[in-house]
């Protein structure tokens, strides 16, 4: 059984500062690992993924930090906005044959203007 | 591109009585996936299927629930009977490939 342990449980930080989400696994057959992002009455969406053949992942504002020895993965927001108020996932997968990944227990962030 | 559409949005019953949650995934996706999101415990994933046949239902937590794909374009999750603890948001979600998955805006569902 996958255990993903995701930190912290909230956040909150001011318009502008940067926002930091960590995401530990045990283990994995498979190279991709993603985060989503998820709005009140609206179902999870992928943000931005990484394979860790590489150690980081930028896209806007977000990037994605891999240490595939630590085993473990954060996501950083940058210049943090009000809109990126939501709770964020990341996802390790169990091991087996196909990609069905464990969620860690999400991290609500609140950015306040 | 409508999304992965799930019906109804919020369904409020009694205790005892059946209640039956609808799935269209994204039209060419060969995954889908049904899931429960509580406060308690997370995205809890409940059963998957892959060109329309049950691969993994491990997560479904009891005889009560039930989930069907009869095609590619529809699904259903049914409990019976329904209890006070499982009143959670269940989401729908499909994909094809490897990786990616869209859910659906899920539904609420409330049993008092």
């Known amino acids: 059984q996958q255990q993903v342990k995701q930190s912290p449980q909230s956040l909150i930080v001011q318009k502008g500062g940067i926002s930091i989400i960590n995401c530990a696994y045990e283990?994995?057959?498979?190279?991709?690992f993603p985060w989503y992002q998820q709005f009140p009455g609206k179902g999870p969406a992928l943000l931005i993924a990484?394979?860790?053949?590489?150690s980081e992942k930028k896209e806007g504002r977000f990037t994605i930090s891999f240490n595939k020895s630590a085993k473990q993965f954060s996501l950083h927001i940058m210049d943090s906005q009000p809109g990126d108020s939501a709770t964020y996932f990341c996802?390790?997968?169990?091991?087996?044959?196909?990609?069905?990944?464990?969620f860690g227990r999400g991290t609500s962030l609140i950015v306040h203007p | 591109d409508a999304g992965v559409i799930q019906s109804p949005r919020h369904e409020v019953t009694e205790m005892g009585q059946e209640v039956t949650l609808r799935c269209k995934p994204i039209?060419?996706?060969?995954?889908l996936f049904w899931y429960r999101q509580t406060m308690m415990r997370g995205l809890e994933l409940l059963i998957y299927?892959?060109?329309?046949?049950?691969?993994?239902d491990s997560g479904m937590p009891e005889d009560r629930f039930s989930a069907k794909m009869p095609n590619a374009s529809f699904s259903t999750l049914k409990i019976q009977p329904s209890e006070p603890r499982d009143s959670a948001v269940y989401f729908c979600?499909?994909?094809?490939?490897?990786?990616?998955?869209?859910f659906g805006s899920g539904t609420r569902l409330t049993v008092v």
């Open positions: 990484i394979r860790p053949d590489v």
């Open positions: 979600a499909s994909r094809t490939g490897a990786y990616g998955y869209t």
């Open positions: 039209s060419g996706h060969n995954s």
């Open positions: 996802a390790v997968p169990k091991s087996g044959g196909s990609y069905i990944p464990t």
């Open positions: 283990n994995t057959a498979f190279d991709y």
């Open positions: 299927f892959n060109n329309n046949v049950p691969i993994d």
